[in-house]
Each structure stands twice: as structure tokens, then as C-alpha cells.
């Protein structure tokens, strides 16, 4: 009798440089699309205006192979100067933003104050009823927050995916 190996897949963080022209996205979207592969953030965003170029950052999960084989078929798209996978090639940082609303009345308004408190949340608005409460972080850190709000009256999140850069001197 053998036994069946499962693996695991696991969270990579994919950043590339591309040409910032109608249809690059699309291209890049369409090649996770067409394999099956699942996107579980995306950010993108000029970060060369003269070179006309945009750095977009995916997160996507799976086996080191499955990941490989994303990665090579990305570096032949036409508008893709650079695909590294974060993850595995050097320390990096990972950041992601989240403003989360807050419906609620009495102790539940005072509740959520101290969790954000001890989160680093910011409060961007506030009326009689509501707080919006803004958070920076690792999306660990972001999706703890937003459990602990389920409670006390969470009534919207809006997060805007990993930006991630390396460490030190290593650049992409």
C-alpha cells in the first residue's frame, strides 16, 4: 500500500514591474484565470511615470511548483519586465490598509475604542452611531481586528490588498 502525500499549498506574494498600458492588468489576470489559479489580493498602482511603468503585487496560494510555473508564465507576458516571488527570494515587508465601520451604541462604543487602542487603529470619522476605524498592517493583524469587531457592531470593511517591498538594499 503507498502513502498519499498532500501538499499544503502556501501564501506567496508575487511582485512584478509592467509596462503601465491598456490591457497589461487584463493580461496578467487573465493568465490566473485561464489555469484556475486563485487570487487572494491584488494591488496595482504607476510607480514610474516617465519609464511608464506599475508595479503590481499578488497574492496567491499554492505548492512551490504550482508557484514556479505562475512565475514563468507571467515573465513571457509581453508587458512584464520583472516577476519575483517575494516570499521565498528575500526578507520583504508586507503592509495592507483597511478602513473597518463600526455600528453601535453604549459599551459596545467603548469596547471598540480599546480594541482599536491596543491595534494602532485611527479613528477617520465618527458620528453618535458609527466609528470608521482606520488600520495599517500585516493582513494578520488586519483580519484579528476585524474578528474582534464581529461583536460590537462591524457593519463594513474595506481593505485594499498587500503592498509589499524588500528589505535593505535589494530592490526589484
Do not use: W
Amino acid at each position: 500500500m503507498s502513502a498519499v502525500i498532500t501538499v499544503t499549498p502556501q501564501r506567496h506574494t508575487l511582485a512584478l514591474l509592467v509596462d503601465n498600458e491598456p490591457g497589461a492588468l487584463a493580461r496578467v489576470i487573465g493568465l490566473f484565470s485561464a489555469r484556475g489559479y486563485n487570487i487572494e489580493s491584488l494591488t496595482v498602482a504607476e510607480v514610474n511615470n516617465a519609464a511608464h511603468l506599475s508595479r503590481i503585487t499578488v497574492v496567491t496560494s499554492g505548492s512551490q511548483q504550482v508557484i514556479d510555473q505562475i512565475k514563468a508564465l507571467l515573465s513571457r507576458l509581453v508587458p512584464v519586465h520583472t516577476c519575483v516571488d517575494l516570499t521565498t527570494t528575500a526578507a520583504h515587508v508586507e503592509r495592507e490598509l483597511a478602513l473597518i465601520k463600526v455600528v453601535g451604541r453604549g459599551e459596545s462604543r467603548v469596547e471598540a475604542m480599546r480594541i482599536a487602542d491596543i491595534f494602532r487603529a485611527r479613528v477617520v470619522d465618527s458620528t453618535v452611531t458609527s466609528f470608521v476605524f482606520e488600520l495599517t498592517g500585516s493582513p494578520d493583524k488586519i483580519t484579528a481586528f476585524v474578528e474582534l469587531m464581529q461583536p460590537l457592531g462591524l457593519a463594513e470593511i474595506s481593505r485594499t490588498g498587500v503592498v509589499a517591498c524588500y528589505r535593505g538594499e535589494q530592490t526589484l
